[in-house]
C-alpha cells in the first residue's frame, strides 16, 4: 500500500518549496480557492506559476487545488441546486486543465454548520454529497477529488459520509483543533489518544474510529497533524495546566519554528509529555501550549501504518521552515536518503 505525505501550502508559502520539499511529499495542497457567483474564483492563488517549478523538481507529485478554508462561504448556496452545482465543478476542471493540476479538495467549514458565519441550510447535508458527484462527474475517474473534514462527531452527523467516502479517493480528518476556539479547557488540540481526565474525549484515535463506523474505509482515511500550537491563557497552575479551564478559549499560536526559538523549554514555558495522549504540550504557570513535534509525529505515522490507514496531512507547511517536522513525518513513513 502507498502511504500519502500531504502537505498543505498557503499561496504565499509555494515559493519556499524546495527540492527535498518536493521529493518528501507525495502531495501538496494549494491553499485556496474560493466562490465568488457560485463558480471558482483564483483571486487568492496569486503565486499559482510556482507549481511548474515544483514539478520539475519532482514530476511524481500530485498538486491538487484546495477549495474553500475558515470562513470561506458560498458552498451552501452553490450547492442547492444542479446547475449550480455542474456550473462550479465545470469552472473547477478549467481551472485544473489551464494549471495542470491532479485534482480539487473541497474544505467547506462546515456543512449544515454557521459557526464560521458563512451560508448554510439543512439540505447542505445531501447537497455536500451532490456536490462532490459533480465534481467527480466533470473532472473524470483519473483526477482526485478528496475532502478536509472537520475531526468531531458534528461533521458526520451533518454529511453523507459513507456515500462521500465512495466518491472521494481519500478523506483528510483535520485531527487538530479538535480544542479550538471554541472550548476553555486547555488540553491537547491534536493528540493520537484520549487521556484519563480529558473531558472532550477527543483524538486522532476517537476520530479514525468515528469515521469508520460512518462508512468510511480504513484504506481511504489521511489523518493531520499540526505545524502550528494553539494557545490558552489565564490557566490555573493544576495538573500543569492540563485539562484546566482557562480564562480564554484556544487561540491560535506560534508556528512549530517559532516554538522552538521562543518557548520550548524557553521563557518561562516547559516542555512536558502526556504518554497517555502521546502529545506534548507546553506550561508556564498560566499559559499552557498545545502542540505536534517530532516525537508525536512519529507516533502518529506509526500509527496510521499498523491501522492501514491511508497517510497523513498536515498545515501548513510555512509553520516549520527548519522542516524537523516534515523530515521526521518522511523518515517516520519509510523515506530514505538517496545516494
Known sequence: MEHYILGYVVDRAL???????????????????????????MRKMQHIDEIRRIRRLNPDIRIVLSIGGWGAGGFSTMARTAQTREAFAASCL?????????????DWEYPCDNSAEIDCDPSDR???????????????SER????????GHYFIEDTEMDKV???????????????????????????????????????????VEDFMAAGVPREKIVIGAAFYSRRWDGVPNVNH?????????????????????????????????????????????????????????????????????????????????????LAAMWKAMGGREKA
Open 15 to 41: 515559493e519556499s518549496v524546495t527540492r527535498e520539499d518536493a521529493n518528501r511529499l507525495t502531495h501538496i495542497n494549494l491553499a485556496f480557492g474560493v466562490l465568488k457567483d457560485n463558480l471558482l474564483d
Open 94 to 106: 478549467r481551472v485544473v486543465e489551464e494549471h495542470g493540476l491532479d485534482g480539487i479538495d473541497i
Open 126 to 140: 445531501e447537497n455536500f454529497t451532490h456536490l462532490l458527484q459533480a465534481l467527480r462527474d466533470a473532472l473524470g
Open 144 to 151: 482526485i477529488v478528496s475532502i478536509a473534514a472537520g475531526a
Open 165 to 207: 467516502a465512495a466518491i472521494c479517493d481519500y478523506v483528510q480528518l483535520m485531527t487538530y483543533d479538535i480544542r479550538s476556539g471554541f472550548q476553555r479547557e486547555a488540553g491537547h488540540h491534536t493528540g493520537l489518544f484520549t487521556s484519563p481526565g480529558d473531558r472532550l474525549n477527543g483524538s486522532v484515535q476517537a476520530s
Open 241 to 325: 495546566g492540563l485539562f484546566q479551564m482557562s480564562e480564554t478559549v484556544g487561540q491560535y499560536g506560534p508556528g512549530y519554528a517559532q516554538l522552538e526559538e521562543s518557548f520550548i523549554n524557553r521563557n518561562g514555558f516547559t516542555r512536558y509529555w502526556d504518554d497517555d495522549a502521546k502529545a506534548p504540550f507546553l506550561f508556564n504557570g498560566s499559559s499552557l501550549i498545545s502542540y505536534d513535534d517530532t516525537e508525536s509525529i512519529r507516533l502518529k505515522c506509526e500509527y496510521l501504518k499498523a491501522e492501514g490507514l491511508k497517510g497523513i496531512m498536515y498545515w501548513e507547511h510555512g509553520s516549520d521552515p527548519s522542516r524537523k517536522l
